[in-house]
Structures are given as structure tokens and as C-alpha cells.
């Protein structure tokens, strides 16, 4: 299968400028390791079954002999000989003037300790499963970037194609690699299915070598799905395990942040800026899955469900596009999070840059919502605005002045066309959408 060029492309090629070494991570089946070969001109596999014995036995015995390979140098599955850490570190040390000559992917589900951190030798970047631009069903002809970077930025009249339905299968489907080699739309569903099967069935324990209780496992996935998208507190998501579980709260906290390390379950932060003295920001995490389809899979969900069921599709939707956010802003030095307070002023996802830049998303299934959701990105645009003028009228007592959004975003799944509303908000169908 031709390689699929993936956004962490860009990301990698600015890394290997300045760093010698490269850990690519992320959940397994995202493509890492494809991505990774198609930079090096040696791959090191510790799986392959022909090779594996002499590889170990170098790599226990005298790990610099890979060194002499052309480089850059691709050691997959480092974890089965972890001295190979060890032996880049140093060589990154013994050759600080050389970059991009490494790369390190292995499974998420085995974690390995190692003497010495990388710090300032090997850098790490996460790579997520693929966006709906990399899987084809955006045609990327809205820039999210060139958005937030320029006001000028003329997108009104892109148009995309994507039906509702398409979006159903996507988010079952998900964004694996292995789904773009397959030809029929069930088989292709399977893969998601199959990979929810293993995180409870194997790979909760053996990340660490610890015994998981699967059925433990498989009801908090369950709640997190139920929960998908939202505030929820733990609290609440526990209590749904324990109503057919017998387990404590100390022991769903481990699973849960097992189930972080292996790039299953992903909070999205709060933003927190204090705009109003007396408001109580809620900064309780957003919670979603690392893909969607984890969480369709986890509640049993076909694409066919959703026809009867736009509610629940509406969270597995704002799921989907913070999957893509994630992806689109780390390619752009980016952050996403979340805006809630007390007085029910909201943003579904802050996309914040390095330099201070941020635009307020809100994320709707149905173009009908799209006036609901401008009001509201003004209402907190315009207590913003407010706040400012208070701040500044008192000089000899000034308060913080913060710095207005650069755009007001409304990121939807039926919007036939992207456009700018007389307000100024930009509506972009999520079928047009890229970094």
C-alpha cells in the first residue's frame, strides 16, 4: 500500500533539525512505524521472527555495531533491547553537532524503564490515528491555521460533499491505517472492534506485567463511551463500574491511567483565564477517546445506529473533530482546550498558539444549530470585550487586559459550504477542514 503522507510529517521534519534522535509514540495501529521506514535508510525490527535472535544477541552483547548501518537508523519495538536507549543517548552525546540520524517506535502496551531519560538527546512526539483530512473524507480546502494567523483569510464558498451518513462510518471506522488497505466497509469496521477487544483483553496488563481484570476493564470503557466528550466527573463515570462491578476507587484511578498510557482515554484541560472575579470556571478535564471508534465500539455502536440516535452521534461527532484539532494543532506548536463557567459561558475547544493567539470552536452535528452557536461564541467574545473596558478604566488601579479572540469558529458536519457570517464568526464544514 502507498504510503499516506501524514500531518506528524512536518512536525518530524522540524524535529530532525534539531534533535539527533526521535521516539515516535502514540496508541499501536496509528501508524507510527510506517511512518517512521519511510524516513530511514535501516530498519532495525526486533519482531521479525527470522531476524529477532541475532538482532537480541547484538543488542545484548555489542548494540554499537548497529551504529555502522546507514543512517537515519529505525529500531522498532526498541523495547525488547532497551540497552539500545542506552547506546543513542550516548551517541547523542559523543555527537551533539549530528540530527535526525534515529528513530525509536514501539507498542504503547509495553512500558519499559531506562537508566537515563533522553532529556536534550532523544525527543518525543505523539502521533494520533489519522485525521478525516488523511483518510480522505476532508478535501482540506479550509486551512484551521491560516484561520487563527490571518484575519484576511478568504475560505467563503469552499464546499465539500461529506453527508451525515459518511461521518457515521468514519467515526465506527476510525482513523487506522490498516482500514485504507481493506476494500469492504464491514470488514473495515472490524478493525476498531478488534482493537477495543485487545486493550481489555491484553493490553491493560501487559503494559506493565500486572494482572487486569478484563471485565473491570471493559465496564469503565463503557462509562468513558457513555461519557464521551464531556465533563463527567470521575465520581460519576466510577459509579457506573460499581453498580455491577466490585471494585474500589483507588483501583479504576490505576486502570484509568493505564488507560492514558496507552493512548486510549485523552483529557482535554480547561482554559482558565479569570474574566470575571466572582465566576467559577469549571476546570474539570473533557474527556474523549483517542479515536472515536474506541468509544463506538465500546457501547456496540454500528453507523447504523446513529439514523435514529443524532443525540449520542452529537458527542462521538465533537470527539472526532478534538481528535483532529489535537492533530492539526500539533502541527502548529498549538494547544487544545476547553472553556465552561458557572454562568454557562462556554467554548467547546480553545485553540491556542505559542504566541497567545486563540480562536473559540464550537462543534455542531446539524447546520440548524449554527445561529445557537454563533450567539454564543459572540456572547463570550463580548464579555471578553467588556471586561477589557472595565480594566482599563480605572488606571491607577489597572487590571489584567486580555487579549481577544483572533476568530470565532463554529466547526460543523452538515454545513454543505464554509462562510463568514455578518458577524464575523467562520463556519466551516467539517468536510473542509485540515491543519
Known amino acids: 500500500m502507498e504510503y499516506i503522507r501524514r500531518i506528524v510529517d ?13 521516539n515516535i509514540l502514540g496508541p499501536k495501529g496509528c501508524g507510527k512505524t510506517r511512518t517512521a521506514k519511510e524516513r530511514s535508510k535501516t530498519v532495525i525490527e526486533f519482531q521479525d521472527e527470522e531476524k529477532r535472535d541475532g538482532y537480541l544477541a547484538v543488542a545484548q552483547t555489542a548494540p554499537r555495531l548497529f551504529l555502522k548501518n546507514p543512517k537515519p ?43 537515563h531519560t533522553g532529556t536534550g538527546r532523544i525527543t518525543e512526539v505523539t502521533m494520533y490515528p ?24 478568504d475560505f467563503d464558498g469552499a464546499v465539500t460533499d461529506l453527508k451525515l451518513e459518511d461521518l457515521f462510518f468514519a467515526a465506527c471506522r476510525g482513523g487506522w491505517p490498516r482500514c485504507l488497505a481493506l ?30 481484570n478484563p471485565d473491570w ?25 460499581k453498580a455491577t462491578q466490585m471494585v ?64 449520542t452521534f452529537g458527542h462521538v461527532f465533537e470527539n472526532l473533530v478534538l481528535r483532529d484539532l ?34 473559540l470552536i464550537e462543534i455542531k452535528t446539524g447546520a440548524n444549530k449554527i445561529p445557537e452557536a454563533e450567539n454564543s461564541l459572540l456572547r463570550f467574545s463580548g464579555v471578553i470585550r467588556d471586561y477589557n473596558e472595565k480594566a482599563r478604566q480605572n488606571p491607577d488601579h489597572p487590571r489584567a487586559i486580555y487579549r481577544e479572540p483572533s476568530a470565532l469558529i463554529v466547526i460543523c458536519a452538515t454545513a454543505p459550504m464554509g462562510y463568514t457570517t455578518e458577524n464575523g464568526v467562520r463556519i466551516v464544514p467539517v468536510g473542509c477542514l485540515k491543519d
Open 248 to 311: 474500589t476507587d483507588a483501583t479504576l484511578d490505576s486502570y484509568v491511567e493505564k488507560l492514558e498510557e496507552l493512548f486510549v482515554l485523552r483529557d482535554i484541560d480547561a482554559w482558565t483565564p479569570q474574566i470575571r472575579s466572582k465566576t467559577a470556571i469549571r476546570s474539570g478535564k473533557k474527556h474523549i477517546f483517542v479515536d472515536p471508534s474506541i468509544g463506538t465500539a465500546a457501547l456496540g455502536l454500528n453507523p447504523d445506529y446513529f439514523n435514529n440516535d443524532l443525540d
Open 130 to 153: 489519522m485525521t478525516l483530512w488523511e483518510t480522505g473524507e476532508s478535501n482540506g480546502s479550509i486551512s484551521l491555521s491560516k484561520i487563527v494567523e490571518d484575519p484576511t483569510y
Open 217 to 241: 476493564t471493559r465496564a469503565l470503557l463503557w462509562s468513558y463511551a457513555r461519557n464521551m466528550a464531556t465533563k463527567a466527573k470521575k465520581s460519576n463515570i466510577f459509579a457506573d463500574v
Open 183 to 212: 476494500k469492504s466497509d464491514s470488514a473495515k469496521l472490524l478493525i476498531a472492534k478488534d482493537y477495543y477487544r485487545q486493550i481489555y483483553e491484553t493490553d491493560i496488563s501487559a503494559i506493565d506485567s500486572v494482572k487486569r
Open 326 to 359: 489535537l492533530v492539526y494543532a500539533g502541527a502548529h506548536h498549538a494547544r487544545i482546550l476547553h472553556y465552561a463557567d458557572d454562568t454557562g459561558l462556554e467554548a467547546d475547544a480553545v485553540y491556542q498558539t505559542e504566541d497567545g493567539r486563540y480562536a
Open 73 to 115: 537508523i529505525l529500531f522498532d519495538e526498541w523495547q525488547d533491547a532497551p540497552k539500545i536507549w542506552g547506546m543513542i543517548r550516548k551517541d547523542c552525546d559523543d555527537h551533539p553537532e549530528n540530527t535526525g540520524e534515529y528513530f525509536l517506535t514501539g507498542s504503547s502496551s509495553r512500558k519499559v524503564d531506562t537508566p
Open 10 to 22: 512536518e512536525e518530524l521534519n522540524e524535529l530532525t533539525t534539531a534533535f539527533n534522535a526521535v
